[in-house]
């Protein structure tokens, strides 16, 4: 069953770091387009979700909100059929549960309904 996995997630402090991972089960990722979303726990993926990085087959990257540029960061490691976010600095508002989602076109796009399909998200929680 294609599935993706997303984990690292969890409590911090303020100017900590984490690093998210994505894992693809069942089929390679290295032909799509990954990106990250997040919203607010307690709602279904994603109705009100932030897009916060991308990075397409081809291993250009893309960040959405100028909040984290700088701050985040987005790789691919394809022999692990994985996609990190690493989140460094991180700040209260930068408190959801974050998704990573595949577009199979492979180029990266803003909005969460141009991508096709989605893990269950992992919370993570800045405070002090």
């Known amino acids: 069953q294609l599935e993706l996995v997303e984990s690292g997630g969890g409590l911090v402090q303020p100017g900590e770091s984490l690093r998210l991972s994505c894992v693809a089960h069942d089929f390679d990722l290295e032909d799509y387009a990954i990106g990250w979303f997040r919203q607010a726990p307690g709602k279904e993926p994603c109705m009100e979700c932030e897009g916060v990085m991308c990075i397409s087959s081809s291993g250009g990257t893309t960040n959405y909100p100028d909040s984290v540029e700088g701050r985040f960061t987005i790789s691919r490691d394809n022999a692990k059929n994985t996609v990190y976010l690493q989140m460094n600095s991180l700040k209260p508002e930068d408190t959801d549960v974050y998704f990573c989602?595949?577009?199979?076109?492979?180029?990266?796009?803003?909005?969460?309904?141009?991508?096709?399909?989605w893990g269950k998200g992992t919370q993570v929680t800045v405070s002090s």
């Open positions: 989602a595949l577009r199979y076109s492979g180029a990266c796009a803003p909005e969460f309904d141009e991508y096709d399909f």
